[in-house]
């Protein structure tokens, strides 16, 4: 029996990548085939992901007023279109699953053109640019979070939650469970920077953790993902102010680094709630202010309104604000302990497992 084939297209962010790649992985454990369709942003994140093959194809963003740099765009996406409509008559998918990102606009497009069912996911709490031009017609529009701000009417009568599927290792982290702080014993804070602007937590968080009494500074191990230009800086203060601390711009281990963390900093981007959410950890987030239609603010908003999570946006993410709150929640080690259970019963670590279901279930013709 030929095996089932999904043509898997996401954009160039681990944000659009990682949940690809985790419902990539849950689809091929129900032996079905996996292609994927992404742009040279895109490759930076395809070590080892699980596809017959990885094609790059031209991508740009559509939505720009500049009327140059729209007819340059239309030209590659343009480009994108034939070179995808390639691969289907080739490789012939059963169905396209887009993952977001300028690489699903030609991938999607070519799926409708071709009359093969094809499905969204939208990591975000606001629906995607691209996602909004095909929500309409898609067999189901799957979503990270229960809100999903800019779906249409239409595309609310396909409307499916499933979570955003995580990774193994955030698996294991949730399954490792949350380890309370003691009166006297070590807390483990680990902040996140995210791939965007990150500088404001490079430089802030050091800062306000230097305001903080010596008797919590004392107690603290802090892993920081920090900007390469802010390293030095963010050392200095730490080892001046006797916070044991490890600062390096990216960390492979994320996964152990959430099962030990006993308190987060971060970004507020899909994937990052997510996985706070999926890991059960309370949480400080800065919602990053330029993120489009301010979707990073709503992807909190279910794990502030549980008293999961703080948010300081960014003009009131300041060394004494900080400062302030990471005295209040770490002084507290019982309150920690309640926020982080009420983070886990919003995670859904299913996730992946519900998004395959939901591809299967588009191919046979009706969502199970």
């Not at 659009?16 to 085939?33: D, K, N, S, T, Y």
């Not at 790059?56 to 765009?73: D, G, M, Q, R, Y």
Request: with cysteine; proline share 5%.
């Amino acid at each position: 029996m030929t095996p089932r084939r999904c043509l898997i297209a996401a954009g160039g962010t681990g944000g659009h990548m990682f949940p690809a790649r985790a419902a990539a992985e849950a689809l091929i454990a129900r032996g079905w085939q996996i292609r994927l369709v992404t742009d040279a942003r895109g490759l930076k994140h395809t070590v080892d992901f699980p596809a017959v093959a990885i094609d790059e194809i031209h991508a740009a963003s559509p939505s720009t007023k500049n009327p140059v740099k729209l007819a340059k765009a239309a030209l590659e996406l343009g480009k994108g279109l034939s070179e995808t409509r390639a691969i289907i008559k080739r490789w012939k998918p059963d169905v396209v699953a887009g993952f977001g990102g300028y690489p699903a606009f030609p991938a999607l497009a070519a799926a409708q053109t071709m009359g093969i069912a094809y499905a969204i996911h939208e990591q975000n709490a606001v629906l995607g640019r691209v996602n909004r031009v095909f929500a309409g017609r898609a067999g189901f529009v799957a979503s990270g979070f229960e809100r999903l701000d800019r779906l249409s009417a239409q595309g609310r009568k396909h409307h499916l939650l499933t979570g955003n599927p995580l990774r193994q290792p955030i698996l294991d982290a949730r399954a490792a469970g949350y380890t309370p702080i003691t009166p006297d014993g070590r807390i483990n804070l680990l902040i996140l920077g995210g791939s965007l602007g990150a500088r404001l937590l490079s430089e802030t968080v050091p800062a306000a953790i230097a305001k903080l009494p010596e008797s919590l500074r004392s107690r603290l191990d802090v892993v920081q993902q920090t900007r390469e230009d802010s390293l030095a800086m963010a050392r200095e203060i730490y080892q001046s102010c006797g916070v044991n601390a490890r600062c390096e711009p990216f960390f492979e281990d994320v996964g152990a680094l959430y099962a030990a963390s006993q308190l987060v900093i971060g970004r507020a981007g899909a994937s990052t709630v997510s996985e706070i959410a999926g890991v059960g950890r309370p949480a400080i987030f800065c919602p990053l202010a330029i993120a489009a239609d301010d979707h990073q603010s709503a992807n909190v908003e279910g794990l502030v309104d549980a008293l999961a999570a703080d948010t300081l946006p960014e003009v009131e993410f300041t060394a004494e604000r900080l400062a302030g709150l990471l005295q209040s929640r770490l002084s507290d080690p019982v309150d920690l302990a309640e926020r982080a259970a009420a983070a886990r019963s919003l995670g859904r670590p299913d996730a992946a497992q519900a998004l395959a279901k939901a591809v299967e279930g588009l191919v046979r013709g009706a969502l199970t």
